[in-house]
């Protein structure tokens, strides 16, 4: 059979023929799970490929919340690193960007639900996964890129792992980790509310509570009492904290499991509520 | 690539044994809360025809498309496309169905080829043969010029031609459009027209909403009319016009005192009398489906007569002309266009 002969158009019935469609097994059914996530995932970064203002919000604003924090704000905050102000910042601000990063995804597939074209996959013999896990895996991408770039800057501006090299990327992968997880929180969100200017504006206000009261650019300590035991409890502090570790040295298991955990767990949770979103009529 | 295996049997149902039509709907319900968008909606559409659905803003036409294409859940009823029920049997469903939804739901950013390539991998066709199928759309849509410029620079008619082949990438066999030209200039509608009367001349069975009679009698082959969720006429687009009396033919007479004259010169047009409004001066004529031609006819005998005349127009009946003859009120209860009128744009068929 030849796909590009248009006799088969006479045939009404050629689809399933032409897709071989039968239900798929378990190992068919997983592989096509998979081609699709990454058929999706291609798309998603060759659309960044076409979007001026990608590069703006994967690079360069986070550059610049580097520049502000280590030149401006850094000189009036104190901290007891080794290192001094930078050392402190740039696990901070290396979360605190992935942890934004996760507009992207909530505006992304708001429009997509908004633009109907979440419905036409629907409406297709497709994995329910595919759109999420095709675009989480395209942030996973582009969270990379932000964290690796922003490690480099911090380099040029006096930040120095400390620690050696391994446990340098495992602290850059702990942050991207983060982000891959608040992208969850935040794809969930996208695929609930449906509306891109809504999810751009309200929808992810409480990324400022949550990565500003953290641990990522102040000492817990320096914050009033009510606040900081809302700021240590939370997964961001715990995370960042870790990352800290990974980056200057120091304890690494007072936080590593309960990082581990609360990643996982955020991950799991939102990405299954997500899924169901996505079902959602 | 190596022929896929022809498999009849799909999630437990044999395709073959289906005779029947190609869509059943059974006793439909869907209610959004208070909203009974569907109240027990049947119909039927046999395999190879269109079937026009024909219904005000809110009368439960994407309600209806969006259960048939798997999108929603009815509370009610049975829905079967291909013998394929909808709500035990989705994916079997989704094998064989091709929807293009209300807006051109396409990837504003990638080229016109891009968005076809991309659906034909994720049906899973290999990357030659998604290749072959998106330039073949292209082809057949006329947007081969324009296929590698990012599709946000088409125009509105191109989006929806484009839309349009993105649901056609996995040749279904039951297609739904629903309201496939609304927002499109006069042009590009007829445009679109003539892709989708192309398209059912090749056998694919085709479900269609639109708010225009017209529309409906150029692509349809039976038409139901519903309103508020429930199915109030159905027939071919000659039987409902006739429920109207066809096409008018409407005229002002300026000087009073001939406007009996005027009336007894159009009086041959129809068996039914003109009815003359004194107050305006108007006169129509029900000229059935003889259109244009009656026209003509009805400028000559009053010319004959000796009448002059002013604003001599054929009213095809609308759908707000269905609706009034139906249910005694108008189509709208507020929000909708006239169903005579055609929003405007400024765009035009590439
Ligand atoms: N998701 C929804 N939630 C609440 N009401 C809805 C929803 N979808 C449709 N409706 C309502 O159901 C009715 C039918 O809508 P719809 O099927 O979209 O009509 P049409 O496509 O004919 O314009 C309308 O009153 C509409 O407001
Ligand atoms: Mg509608």
């Known amino acids: 059979m030849s796909l590009s002969t248009t006799a088969s158009e006479r045939r009404p019935s050629a689809a399933h023929e032409l897709l071989g469609y039968h239900p798929p097994g378990g190992n068919q059914r997983l592989r096509w799970a998979l081609a699709d996530a990454l058929t999706l995932t291609r798309r998603d970064m060759l659309v960044w490929l076409r979007v001026p203002s990608f590069i703006v919000f994967t690079i360069v604003q986070p550059v610049m919340f580097v520049l502000l924090f280590r030149y401006v704000f850094g000189g009036a905050i104190k901290v007891d690193v080794k290192g001094g102000y930078v050392n402190f910042l740039m696990p901070g601000i290396i979360g605190q960007s992935a942890a934004f990063a996760s507009f992207g995804t909530a505006i992304a597939l708001a429009r997509e639900m908004q633009k109907g074209i979440i419905d036409r996959f629907r409406s297709m013999p497709m994995a329910r996964s595919a759109v999420l896990v095709g675009r989480l895996l395209a942030d996973t991408v582009r969270l990379t890129a932000t964290v690796v770039v922003l490690a480099a800057v911090g380099y040029a501006v006096g930040f120095r792992f400390e620690n050696g090299v391994l446990p340098a990327i495992a602290m850059l992968a702990l942050g991207v980790a983060l982000g891959v997880s608040i992208c969850c929180v935040a794809g969930w969100i996208g695929l609930l509310v449906r509306d891109e200017e809504s999810v751009g504006s309200v929808g992810l206000i409480w990324l400022f509570p949550l990565t500003f009261v953290s641990s990522a650019f102040v000492q817990v300590q320096s914050m009033p009492g009510w606040l900081q035991a809302f700021a240590n409890n939370q997964p961001v502090t715990i995370v960042m904290d870790e990352m800290r570790a990974l980056a200057l040295g120091g304890p690494l298991v007072t936080h590593g499991w309960e990082s581990a955990l609360w990643l996982v767990g955020i991950t799991a949770v939102f990405g299954y509520l997500a899924v169901k979103a996505y079902r959602r009529p | ?350």
């Open chain 2, 1 to 350: 690539m190596s022929p896929p295996t022809i498999t009849d049997t799909v999630a437990g149902v044999t395709s073959a044994a289906w005779n029947g039509p190609a869509i059943v709907v059974e006793g439909l319900t869907k209610s959004f809360g208070d909203v009974h968008a569907l109240r027990g909606v049947d119909f039927e559409v046999p395999r190879g025809t269109v079937l026009g659905v024909l219904g005000p803003n809110g009368a439960g036409k994407t309600t209806a498309v969006r259960v048939l294409t798997t999108l929603l859940q009815p509370d009610g009823g049975k829905a079967l496309v291909e013998g394929r029920d909808v709500v035990h049997q989705p994916d079997a469903v989704r094998a064989i169905i091709g929807l293009a939804g209300q807006s051109a739901a396409i990837q504003e950013e990638l080229t016109g080829r891009e968005n076809l390539e991309i659906i034909g991998r994720l049906y899973h066709l290999p990357k030659a043969a998604a290749r072959t199928r998106a330039a073949e759309l292209l082809e057949r849509f006329n947007l081969t010029d324009a296929a590698d410029r990012p599709a946000k620079t088409f125009s509105g008619g191109m989006q929806r031609r484009l839309d349009l082949a993105s649901s056609l990438v996995a040749r279904p066999a039951v297609l739904f459009l629903d309201e496939p030209t609304t927002g499109l200039d006069p042009r590009s509608r007829i445009g679109m027209w003539e892709v989708i009367r192309d398209l059912v001349s090749t056998g694919t069975t085709l479900l269609l909403t639109t708010q225009y009679l017209d529309e409906a009698d150029e692509l349809a082959d039976q038409i139901i009319v519903i309103d508020h969720g429930r199915v109030i006429a159905g027939g071919t687009a000659e039987e409902l016009k006739d429920m109207v009396g066809g096409d008018v033919v409407e005229f002002i007479v300026p000087d009073d005192d001939r406007l009996d004259d005027a009336a007894q010169a159009v009086a041959g047009l129809s068996d039914a009398a003109p009815s003359v409004d004194r107050g305006a001066g108007q006169i129509a004529v029900r000229v059935g489906g003889k259109g244009s031609s009656a026209v003509i006819q009805a400028v000559r005998q009053l010319d004959a007569a000796g009448i002059v005349t002013d604003g001599l127009t054929l009213r095809r009946p609308s759908l707000d002309d269905v609706f009034l003859s139906l249910t005694g009120h108008s189509a709208e209860d507020g929000d909708a266009l006239p169903a005579n009128r055609h929003p405007r744009s400024t765009d035009h068929v590439a």
